[in-house]
């Protein structure tokens, strides 16, 4: 099965910028789509950003439209999540997913995953 790792987390003060990868373990040719999920404690896992590896529209939850930017390197086989302006409501885990079914933004879309990054931001 493909493994993702997600790199790129850290500490960072209110309005830095920070860029997060997510890679493939080994190259796949079956991923259709690949999206940036996070997670905080006490809340459910929020969708953040997604591309289409197929057509390369890329969609993004309201509250990072503006401020985040997911692409994806010309091999294919890194996607990266750039977060500007960062606020502190952005600090959580942060996991990357890929699926073979569609781009998406309900979890259950998505059959493989990281183990996830840390991002903090500080006030």
Known sequence: QVQLVESGGGLVQAGGSLRL????SRRTFS??????FRQVPGKEREFVAAISLSSGSTYYTDSVK??????????????????????????AVYYCAATTRYTSD???AYGYWGQGTQVTVSS
């Not at 990868?21 to 493939?24: G, N």
């Not at 010309?74 to 977060?83: C, F, G, R, S, Y």
């Open 66 to 91: 503006g401020r985040f930017t997911i692409s994806r390197d010309n091999a294919e086989d890194t996607v990266h999540l750039q977060m500007n302006s960062l606020k502190p409501e952005d600090t």
């Open 106 to 108: 309900y979890a259950g």
């Open 21 to 24: 990868s997510c890679a493939a």
């Open 31 to 36: 991923t259709y789509g690949v999206g940036w």
